[in-house]
């Protein structure tokens, strides 16, 4: 998909991107070939340039250097290429303080708690190329940078609230799991943020049952991003109807094993 992203330049929208596509300009090696009514000549040296640019940071890894010259709402186009190299995240605060951070990344689902080893996510968190959450942009990325001052989210961030509300989903990420079949256990349906707090409460007081149930709850959130966002990127590119491969769908049980491991040593 980034090979057939156009939108690299000043000047370039949605409309002249759609215009080259349709125009059979559908990849970066098409651009040469672009037809004189596809593209203006003030247009195709910049382009060309630009394009020349991505090819080196995409050649050479760089998913910052695409990220900044692409629009942050056209970030999610990143995922195939980095999919290896991305973190699904997802945090839960007791009101300003951070009490959790879940991830799932290319070690597997990991857990940093306040009282732990909280201090040791801005390390583990150094080899991202790119982040996904939900509503990260608003809760989860300020809620880090509050506890991490000197901490810097990847610029190749897919927020799924606005990928999916793209997609016509209006509504939390617990109905969004629901609509698209991306279940969790019996057992944790039901649970909220809420609950999460009452949870961390009582940990505190000694209760290591509720430990492990928010540990729980918070390590669904951030795996079942995986499986969100490979949904969403396959449905972004068949809707664009553009020569891209769709990802595999990835599904809980891959992790699970891990998961139950990870919670039984708590």
Known sequence: MIRSTFRLAPGVGPWLESRLWNAG????????????????????????????????????????????????????????????????????????????????????????????DLDAFPEAAAGWKLLVTYNGLAFDVPALRRAFPGWRPPRAHVDLCHLWRRLGHAGGLKLLEEETGVGRPEH????????????????????????????????HDAVNLRTLMDLAYNRMIERLRLPAAPVPVSERGDVRYDMTKLLLAL
Request: some cysteine.
């Open 188 to 219: 944790l349906r039901g649970v909220t943020g809420r609950d999460a707090v009452r949870l961390w409460r009582a940990h505190l007081e000694g209760d290591g049952d509720a430990l492990r149930l928010f540990a729980e709850y918070n390590l």
């Open 25 to 116: 300009v559908r990849r970066w090696a098409d651009l040469p070939g672009a037809p004189d009514d596809a593209l203006s000549p003030r247009l195709r040296p910049r382009l060309a340039t630009a394009v020349a640019r991505a090819e080196e940071a995409l050649a050479a890894g760089d998913a910052e250097a695409l990220a900044a010259m692409i629009p942050r709402v056209e970030r999610w186009r990143l995922y195939a290429a980095f999919a290896a190299d991305a973190a699904f995240l997802d945090v839960e605060c007791d009101g300003d303080d951070l009490t959790c951070v879940g991830v799932l990344d290319r070690r597997g689902p990991r857990l940093f708690l306040a009282g732990r």
